[in-house]
Structures are given as structure tokens and as C-alpha cells.
């Protein structure tokens, strides 16, 4: 081709100009309070659109009326003067994730909030609001997501795919227990794959947060986990949009075929601030000043944790909300809702706490309904007599005052529930694996410490794994698979724990 | 109010006095205030509005007419868009100007 050629070819490229018109709806500010802008006009504005203001601030529509939509800024409400345009975008708000994002702290619009420049590279956008996995895209939950606290996986264990709730008052232990669930990740137990975890704070103190991340960055936790932020001085809208953001970001893993668990921490705050949103954008107040709607907030978010099944690539969601109650108070209106919105509730009571019983977990009021089959077999095993040892103490346990009064039987039942109330006892980051609860579960669940001092079970636990190593290496190597205990396995192990026990005494 | 505002016209699209001095007449300051932004959005609602760059009001006016059947043509000339057309109907606005076009390329570059 001759260079004249092209030159005419360029020329006449550059006449017809393509005219792309831009179309857009627009409205203008009313006015603004609180957070909340009323426009007027954006007819074709959906609700939970994203919209943009005249100086680039953004904005979701949170209700539609005849005459004005209210409108959440996502920002600051400093100048928004009365009379600014407003447009649509037609588009939901949405997410940038990738694994980019491991070992960040971010808000719920994925800017950095740990100082550091964030570029997240080969990003998909999810959207924060997603209607949950329907039922023939899911499967049971069979596959244990380990705690690494003895008591959860034994009396409430957790599946890949379950949601479980905390419940408790302030100061019983509840981040602690997510924090050590979070923590556990890194061990790989069972030869399970990885977990990615994400952990949302929503409505608390920064310096509560901040201790969080350097406990997990201590911990070597930070390389699988993301951490979602809207402290307590943060807009209620950006604590509202927070778990709706961990939320996506853990489907995005699970629908990569990944196991994903997030945490939220917690949705009693999360609830205050939609009610404090629902108020501001005049919607009926409820019971307790909740709007209609704040049962659905919570089920919309819940149910999105899942089992995917093999055809959809396998991957799972587990959710673990925080509920705070007031005064042990689990009947009041946001704990219950969330109760039966759960497959299952770990209670955290002050007393036991305050009684030195750490994690305070409730035995009694604590359950998981689906959880039971996520258990390893030799877990499952073991747990079942404890279980009911147990249950039996307790019941006996008021008894117990009378001492000497009481039969032989009842005084070794009384003992050896002691025994095992003292092997449930867990201390702060120092989660355990499979095979090291499922043998000191068993030592106390069938009564081979019955002779050991009570205040000789915490030496006991920490030294009869390494001595099993040790001593009966084969033994040990047969354990670690999980798999159900035959009879000739379980006598070898009473006999080598109950040798052992001697020398604790 | 909406339908207050519809009622105020005529089908020629001018005010009827008649009615709109009855409901003047009978609504309280604060209802006064709610009619006057309804009429206000209904005016806009059927006013079509056409800015455009440069000469050749009568002969875009026109083609543009066809567009919005029943609705009142308002053209002015606004030599800031640079060139091109913009044109506002109730809440929607197609911008077909220079300037529309370059204020769209700055926001793409924003969000690269």
C-alpha cells in the first residue's frame, strides 16, 4: 500500500465520527441531614442503585416515594449544597477482590485503611447485596471447619458451609473465640484444604481492631485472612454496607471452588445501625425502634454462607455472627432473630467465665444442628460419651455440695465431670489439633483421669501428646487420620494414657 | 399535589386560571409550597429543553421535535458545550456535546 493510501484512508476515517450521545437520569438535591439526601427527579432510579453526585461522591438509593428518592451518601454529607444534580449509574455497589487483597485491612469499598498503597491486580467486581445459592446448587455440610477449641469441636462442632452464632455478653470471650477459630486456619488439620478467612468489624473501637490485626499478624494469620473495617466512628451507612462487603469477598472464594469463613463481629451493632438508618430515612419504627425489615437484613446476609456442590465447583461460605446480649438476656428481639436464622448457637455465659472457665461456653444452652456430621470419625467417637458424662454432672452437680453424703456412684460421676470440665478449659491463642482433642477428650470422657488431682490435668494435657510420640510413635501415626477407633486401637490407647496418667499424679 | 399540577393545565398545555386560582384559593402555605414543586416538576416534565452550539436552531429544533410528540420545544443557543446538542426532557438528558463528551472521557481517565 502506497503511504498516500493510507493517509486517505485515515482522512476519511476521521469524517464520520461516531456520535455516542450520553444518556443519563438525573435529580436534584432537596435536602440533606443526617447522612440521608432526599432528590427529587432520578425517576428511573432503582432501589439500592448507585448514584453519583454532581462533584463525583457517591450515593445508594435506600427508598423511592411519589415525589423523592432518599438517597445514603457514602461519604461524608460536608457541602452538599441544595440543588445539586444527581445521576444514575445503573449499577449496583460492588467489590474489586482478588487475592491481592490477603493480609490487608480494608473498608467496605475496598480502600486501604492499613496505610499501605493498595492495587488490586486481575480483580473481579462482586456485588455487595446477592440473592444466596439456591437449593440444588448447594450440598450438605460433611466437612469440618476446626476451631482448634476443644469445646466447640466437640460439643458444637462447625462445617464447612454451617452458620453458628456467638452469643454472649460483653467480656465473655466471643472475639477471642473467632480469633483463635481464625488462627486454627493455619494449621491445615486433617489434611483439610486451606480456609481463607475474613473478618468484619463493624462498630468497634480502632484500637480494639487494631489489637485484633496484630494478633493475627502475630500469629502468622494475616497470609489467609482480609480484614473489613467500619469502626464505630465511621457513617452508619458504611457499618451497614460492612458484613454485606466481607460477605462478597468470601463468596468470590467459594465460587473459585475455595473454602471461605467469615466473621462478624457483631451484628448487634450492625442491627443498631440500620435501625439508626431505618429512623433517619422515616420507615416505621418496630419492636425495639427496629424497622420491618431488620429479621430480613439479617437472613438475606446469613444465608448466603453455603455448601456448594460439586457441579458448582464445591466451594463453601461459613458465617460466624456475633451477637452481643445485654445481661445474658438471649430472648431479647435481635439474638432470637438471629438464633433461628442459624444452624446452631455457642453461648458464652459471664459466670463461667468469671468462674475461671475459659472459653465460657454454656454446655447446656450451646448447640449445632448440622455440625455432628462435619466431625471426624474418631471425633465423633470420643465426643459422644463426653457428651453425656457431662450432662450427667451437670444435673448431679448441685449435689455436690452435700460431699460425703452422697453414694459412691454419684461421687465418681460428680468426679470425673470435674475432670472433664477441667479438660475443656482452653487457654487464649492456643488452639489444638484433631488428634490432641480427641485424646484428651477421650482420657476424661472415659474416666482415665478419674485418679488424676484436678489440678494436675492442665500438666497432663500438655505433656501426654509428646509422650504418645514418643513412646508408641505407631499408635500415634494411626490416630492422625481421623478414621473410627476399632476396639484393638482404643484398648492401646487406654493402656498407654492410663500408664502415662500414673506418672502425673 | 401531582395530580393537582397535572389538573392546573390545558390541554393546549397553558395554565387554566379558573383552576388553578380555585386551588390556590383553598390550600393552606405549607400545601402551597407541596403545589408549587409538583407544578414545578410538571412543567419540566412537559417542557422539552434544547441547548445548542452554534447556529442551526430551526433546522436541530425541528428534527428534535419529532422526537418528544406533544411536548413544548424550548431552544437556546449555549456555545459552551463547544459543538453538539444537549437535551433535557423531565429527569432524562442526552448530551450529545463536545463538551458532554469530554466531561465523560475525564471521568473514565478518574476511575482508571
Keep these: 500500500m502506497k503511504a498516500e493510501d493510507l493517509v486517505k484512508q485515515i482522512e476519511l476515517k476521521l469524517q464520520t465520527a461516531e456520535v455516542r450521545p450520553a444518556v443519563a437520569n438525573v435529580g436534584h438535591v432537596v435536602s440533606v441531614g443526617d447522612g440521608i439526601v432526599k432528590a427529587d427527579g432520578l425517576s428511573r432510579a432503582g432501589y439500592g442503585e448507585l448514584v453519583q453526585l454532581e462533584d463525583g461522591r457517591l450515593g445508594l438509593v435506600m427508598s423511592l416515594d411519589e415525589d423523592f428518592a432518599s438517597i445514603l451518601l457514602l461519604s461524608e454529607e460536608s457541602s452538599v449544597p441544595e440543588g445539586m444534580e444527581i445521576k444514575t449509574t445503573g449499577t449496583l455497589l460492588s467489590l474489586h477482590v482478588s487475592d491481592d487483597l490477603f493480609g490487608r485491612v480494608i473498608d467496605p469499598f475496598g480502600s486501604p485503611l492499613d496505610g499501605r498503597p493498595l492495587s488490586v491486580a486481575n480483580w473481579t467486581a462482586v456485588p455487595l447485596e446477592r440473592i444466596a445459592p439456591g437449593v440444588t446448587q448447594r450440598a450438605p455440610v460433611e466437612v469440618p471447619l476446626k476451631t482448634g477449641i476443644k469445646v466447640v469441636d466437640a460439643l458444637t462442632p462447625i462445617g464447612r458451609g454451617q452458620r453458628q452464632l456467638i452469643v454472649g455478653d460483653r467480656n465473655t470471650g466471643k472475639t477471642a473465640l473467632v480469633v483463635d477459630t481464625i488462627i486454627n486456619q493455619r494449621s491445615l488439620d486433617l489434611d483439610l484444604p486451606q480456609v481463607v478467612c475474613v473478618y468484619c468489624a463493624i462498630g468497634q473501637k480502632r484500637g480494639s481492631i487494631a489489637r485484633t490485626v496484630a494478633k493475627l499478624a502475630e500469629e502468622r494469620a494475616m497470609g489467609y485472612t482480609i480484614v473489613v473495617v467500619a469502626s464505630s466512628s465511621t457513617p452508619a451507612a458504611m457499618q451497614y ?220 494435657e500438655s505433656r501426654v501428646m ?27 490407647l487406654n493402656e498407654a494414657v492410663t500408664a502415662f496418667a500414673k506418672t502425673v499424679r | 399535589m401531582n395530580r ?109
Design chain 1, 241 to 460: 454496607l460492612a458484613p454485606f462487603a466481607a460477605c462478597a469477598i468470601g463468596e468470590y472464594f467459594m465460587e473459585k471452588g475455595r473454602d471461605a469463613l467469615v466473621v462478624y463481629d457483631d451484628l448487634s451493632k450492625h442491627a443498631w445501625a440500620y435501625r439508626q438508618l431505618s429512623l433517619l430515612l422515616r420507615r416505621p419504627a418496630g419492636r425495639e425502634a427496629y424497622p420491618g425489615d431488620i429479621f430480613y437484613l439479617h437472613s438475606r446476609l446469613l444465608e448466603r454462607a453455603a455448601k456448594l456442590s460439586k457441579a458448582n465447583g464445591g466451594g463453601s461460605l461459613t458465617a460466624l455472627p456475633i451477637i452481643e446480649t445485654q445481661a445474658g438476656d438471649i430472648s431479647a428481639y435481635i439474638p432470637t432473630n438471629v438464633i433461628s436464622i442459624t444452624d446452631g448457637q455457642i453461648y458464652l455465659e459471664t459466670d463461667l467465665f468469671n468462674a475461671g472457665q475459659r472459653p465460657a461456653v454454656n454446655a447446656g444452652l450451646s448447640v449445632s444442628r448440622v455440625g455432628g456430621k462435619a466431625q471426624s470419625k474418631s471425633f465423633r467417637q470420643v465426643s459422644g460419651l463426653m457428651r453425656l458424662e457431662l450432662a450427667q454432672y451437670q444435673s448431679l452437680a448441685a449435689f455436690s455440695q452435700f460431699g460425703s453424703d452422697l453414694d459412691e456412684a454419684t461421687q465418681k460421676r460428680i468426679n470425673r465431670g470435674k475432670r472433664i470440665v477441667e479438660i475443656l478449659k482452653q487457654p487464649q491463642f492456643s488452639p489444638l489439633g484433631d488428634l490432641e482433642q480427641v485424646i484428651s477428650i477421650h482420657a476424661a470422657g472415659s474416666g482415665l483421669l478419674d485418679e488424676v488431682p484436678l489440678e494436675k490435668i492442665a500438666e497432663f
Design chain 1, 466 to 492: 509428646d509422650h504418645l510420640r514418643t513412646s508408641n510413635a505407631p499408635l500415634a501415626q494411626k490416630l492422625a487420620g481421623g478414621g473410627r477407633m476399632d476396639d484393638a486401637t482404643l484398648k492401646e
Design chain 2, 4 to 112: 393537582l399540577a397535572e389538573l392546573s393545565f390545558t390541554p393546549a398545555g397553558e395554565i387554566d386560571e379558573e383552576i388553578a386560582a380555585r386551588i390556590v384559593d383553598n390550600l393552606s402555605r405549607s400545601q402551597l409550597k407541596s403545589y408549587l414543586a409538583a407544578l414545578r416538576r410538571e412543567m419540566r416534565r412537559r417542557r422539552v429543553y434544547v441547548a445548542i452550539s452554534g447556529g442551526r436552531e430551526s433546522e436541530v429544533s425541528g428534527a428534535i421535535g419529532e422526537r418528544y410528540p406533544g411536548k413544548e420545544l424550548s431552544v437556546y443557543r449555549d456555545d459552551g458545550l463547544g459543538a453538539g446538542v444537549k437535551v433535557s426532557a423531565g429527569d432524562d438528558i442526552v448530551d450529545a456535546s463536545v463538551m458532554g463528551y469530554l466531561r465523560e472521557l475525564l471521568e473514565e481517565i478518574g476511575k482508571a
